[in-house]
């Protein structure tokens, strides 16, 4: 069984500052994780992959997530918020098998304030 | 690369009729689509796999009678919702798994009203 929380409904930030959205991760074998992002009345935007690579991913507009295997974590940072950022973010897990499912976190709506 | 399409992007119907959503992926080969319904300010709900060739896998809970899939071809998955009524009012999702980046992508969705 697979599983994700993330932590935090609502992230309000102030332009320029430090964006830190949690998301843990629960899986009986090693994991895919994925951040993805949605903006109102549009389907989701692909962020970044962990695919047991490199741990620290590197994604789109300048966001990046960690892997942690002792944490079972995958929190999505990026140094500096832009108002563009302002959207709901989703973070979710495929254990893999046959059926490639992903599980998403409830997501987590980021506002930035000016 | 990866774009994923639906069509239409917003359908207002008659209680009664039956809506037909299509879900196309334009630069790549999907053999596995899936459906996701989402509820205002909710997140994803996975309503069925759709393999191109073979039945759909339907979660459960989720009407199969009611929700008709079909995986014709390796771009192209429709889901039919039948005799719609008011409480399938929603934002309809699909997504296309590609094979070779291991990563499902999305396409931009499918409000559906029904009055």
């Keep these: ?28 074998v090693p994991p895919y994780l994925f951040w993805y992002v949605q903006y109102p009345n549009q389907g989701l935007q692909l962020l970044l992959k962990y695919t047991s690579a490199a741990t620290l991913v590197k994604g789109i507009n300048g966001f990046e997530a960690e892997f942690k295997k002792s944490e079972t974590s995958f929190h999505l940072t990026k140094p500096s918020a832009h108002m563009s950022d302002a959207a709901e973010y989703f973070c979710a897990v495929n254990s893999g098998g046959s059926n490639y499912k992903l599980t998403f976190g409830k997501g987590t709506l980021l506002t930035v304030n000016p | 690369g990866a774009v994923v399409s639906q069509h239409p992007s917003w359908v207002i ?21 899936f459906w996701y319904r989402q509820f205002p300010k ?53 997504s296309a798994r590609s094979v070779i980046q291991e990563t499902q992508y999305f396409g931009p969705g499918t409000r559906l009203l029904v009055l």
């Design chain 1, 1 to 28: 069984a697979q599983s994700v929380t993330q932590l935090g409904s609502h992230v309000s930030v102030s332009e320029g500052a430090l964006v830190l959205l949690r998301c843990n991760y629960s899986s009986s």
């Design chain 2, 13 to 33: 119907c008659k209680s009664g009729t039956s809506v037909k959503i299509e879900c196309r992926s334009l630069d790549f080969q999907a053999t596995t689509m």
């Design chain 2, 42 to 94: 909710q997140s994803l709900m996975l309503m069925a796999t759709s393999n191109e060739g073979s039945k759909a896998t339907y979660e459960q809970g989720v009407e199969k009678d009611k929700f008709l899939i079909n995986h014709a071809s390796l771009t192209l998955s429709t889901l039919t919702v039948t005799s719609a009524h008011p409480e399938d009012s929603s934002f309809y999702i699909c």
